[in-house]
């Protein structure tokens, strides 16, 4: 699990972020999973992870069949509105939550993994909130 200070920048926690996607573009979802924080009641797994990519944010399969895999964050260029965004915002007791958009099949899209940055004893920790279309 990855631990920060309480004084973590945006800067380091971005960075963090960006590695737990490179580890889903390597299709490694067990260890994306094993960097967040997880309370006992969370539904995330690996697996769960994995259908919601591939269904493009969903737990069903699309209609049509098509399937997506997070792919390079460098290597992805932008389709219509969708470009690379990566947002933390910080509440005043030093949580914070961060929104960023998942490169899938080449592109950016609008498919967004939502992280709470929750204070966790002395630390801080990453726990995944959400990965749906925004």
Not at 17 to 32: G, N, P, Q, S, T
Not at 98 to 104: E, G, K, R, V, Y
């Amino acid at each position: 699990m990855i631990r920060f200070g309480k004084e973590a920048s945006s800067t380091e926690v971005r960075e963090a972020i960006y590695r737990w996607i490179d580890l889903l573009v390597a299709d490694r979802y067990e260890d994306a999973f094993e960097m967040m924080f997880r309370l006992p009641t969370d539904e995330w797994t690996p697996d769960l992870m994995r259908t919601v990519v591939r269904n493009y944010g969903f737990i069903e399969p699309l209609r049509d069949g098509r399937t997506f895999r997070v792919t390079p964050r460098a290597e992805a260029v932008q389709r219509g509105e969708c470009g690379p965004s990566s947002d933390i915002d910080w509440f005043a007791d030093g949580r914070g939550i961060a929104h960023f958009d998942l490169p899938l099949n080449g592109e950016w899209s609008d498919v967004t993994a939502i992280i709470d940055i929750v204070n966790q004893g002395e630390d801080r920790v990453l726990r995944l909130n959400d990965i749906h279309v925004l």
